[in-house]
């Protein structure tokens, strides 16, 4: 029996723990991995916000990326393409400024055969042209939501940003827009000041803080969350370890990614798929699924 | 291959002004195969600094499965680095990057190679390499101050070793392009490791006329 294999809409998975990234084909087999969620994907090509763009802080880092990805055509014509060589489904991350910019890359990207699922980034901390603000405001994240539901080939996920007063209010509105599943959370705001200039770290200024330091606000949410929603959650937000994946499932997700944790363990998703099924033991749990929102239930 | 080991501290010494050398052992050395390449270390196993410290490797060596780390202790995870005592274990991703094309370089031909500050240590294995398949090389080194001066007894074993301070308290006083051009040997090719300010003026004055040019 598989006791780590996942359903969720659109997504059938081996395990319920998510990947990221095509450099990290050379560290183990990316096939192992449930499902890869790829980094944002816009319209046309982004560099990105100017340097530095990433400082590290106490159990985490600030980055302020700004979405730089090589445009919906590049990444159509060659990233999805070459992760076809993995039997493994891929979550496609979209992000625009405006609604016709989500909708142009939903309807093309969702018809690639191995993206499964969408990934609707309406919380970006770090694009000034208004991708906060889809993520803000309920009546905007409903809307954005039922206009690329009405485009996309598969099931979309609404990725949630903490940075908001009642992140309930936020799940209910994507819900209410027929959003398949939530993902969350995004980063929390940040800013690091230079002892020497007193002057911001990043070049952006502010940027979205992730990793450890982040984990408790994040299964808060996922625990409040889940008991308002009937659409499934995937949980992320400093997971580190199998004891980090089961805390998430407890919240309320039905699933969990691990991001920053692959920059200082380019082998962390490996190591939880295989560590997991003996911490299940350890609890008497005889399959992931049990777990799901049972701090609630 | 890059590996992940946890590596023996076999000795860790201070060499100049919060400069440090640091040798491990370990089945890992068995891939470092090219010269310039480096590992990305843990500074410890807890969750602060987070992030994995990249240090340049310095030389290696494959009979006694060790290679030897030169770095600056100036931040939080260097610092808790070069506190690692003989015998500790230290976690270890690597070897990473591309290394220098040590092939562009044949016997009898004379090269420089160029480096500034930290960007000095990846050189002295590609030295060794250089010199053990019959090439001439010259070393130009450039320091902020006499205290952040380290190896040049090692790199004048290998050749000439020029070294070239900013402030003039040792050595040629200026900077390694100063060196170069006063010169009277002719060479072919350049390796060059430091400051990206040095690397451009190397490039702008000889990117173009050269056989090769490898900077990183």
Redesign the interface.
């Known amino acids: 029996m598989n006791r780590l294999s996942v359903e969720l809409p659109g997504l059938s998975l081996k395990t319920g723990c998510f990947g990221f990234g095509r450099e990290y084909s050379?560290?183990y087999e990316l096939s192992k991995l449930g499902a890869i969620m790829i980094k944002a994907t816009t319209p046309e090509p982004r560099f990105g916000n100017p340097t530095p763009r990433v400082a590290?802080?106490?159990?985490?880092?600030l980055n302020a990326i700004g979405l730089q990805n090589p445009g919906l055509k590049k990444v159509i014509s060659e990233e999805l393409p070459w992760l076809t060589q993995y039997d493994v489904p891929v979550i496609a991350n979209i992000a625009g400024s405006k609604i016709e910019d989500y909708t142009a890359v939903a309807a093309q990207i969702s018809q690639a055969p191995n993206v499964r699922a969408l990934e609707l980034n309406i919380s970006c901390p770090n694009v000034k042209e208004g991708g906060l603000a889809f993520g803000t405001i309920p009546e905007v994240a409903k809307e954005v939501t039922k206009a690329v539901k009405a485009v996309s080939k598969v099931p979309v996920y609404v990725k949630l940003s903490p940075n908001v007063t009642d992140i309930v209010e936020m799940a209910k509105a994507v819900e209410a827009g027929g959003a398949d599943g939530l993902t969350m959370i995004n980063t929390l705001l940040g800013m690091r000041l230079d002892l020497r200039t007193a002057k911001p770290v990043l070049a952006n200024r502010s940027g979205g803080l992730s990793?450890?330091a982040i984990k408790p606000v994040a299964i808060r949410m996922i625990h409040e969350v889940s008991q308002h929603v009937s659409i499934p959650i995937i949980g992320m937000g400093g997971i580190?370890s199998c004891e980090d994946v089961i805390e998430f499932l407890y919240a309320g997700a039905s699933a969990v990614a691990i991001g920053?944790a692959n920059?200082?363990?380019?082998?962390i998703c490996s190591k939880v798929i295989d560590e997991l099924p003996e911490l299940l033991d350890e609890l008497g749990i005889d399959h992931l699924s049990e777990c799901i929102g049972r701090s609630w239930r | 291959m890059?590996k992940?080991e946890c590596m023996t501290v076999k000795s860790q010494k201070q060499i100049a002004a919060a400069i440090f050398e640091l040798t491990l052992s370990g089945e890992l050395v068995s891939a470092m195969d090219q010269p310039g390449q480096f590992v990305h270390l843990?500074a410890n196993d807890q969750?602060?600094?987070?992030?994995?410290r990249p240090i340049s490797i310095c030389s290696i060596n494959q009979d006694r499965k060790e290679f030897t780390m030169i770095y600056r202790a100036d931040g939080k995870g260097t610092k808790q680095l070069s506190k690692k005592k003989v015998h500790e274990t230290i976690d270890v991703?690597g070897p990473l990057g591309n290394g220098f094309p040590v092939e562009e370089a044949s016997f009898g031909e004379t090269v420089l190679l160029v480096g500034g500050g930290i960007g000095v240590p990846p050189l002295y294995e590609l030295s060794k390499r250089l010199k053990s398949s019959g090439v001439n090389v010259i070393h130009i080194l450039g320091f902020q101050t006499k205290q952040a001066v380290f190896y040049e007894a090692e790199f004048a074993g290998l050749g000439e070793t020029y070294i070239a301070t900013a402030d003039g308290s040792y050595g040629i006083h200026g900077y390694v392009t100063d060196v170069i051009t006063s010169l009277e040997n002719s060479f072919t090719t350049i390796y060059s490791c430091g400051p990206t300010m040095m690397l451009r003026a190397i490039e702008k004055e000889y990117g173009a006329d050269k056989k090769s040019l490898s900077i990183t």
Do not use: V
Request: glycine share 8%; no cysteine.
């Open positions: 050379q560290f590290e802080t106490a159990a985490g880092m990793g450890p580190n920053t920059f200082s363990d380019p082998f | 890059i992940n843990k969750l602060d600094p987070l992030l994995r991703l």
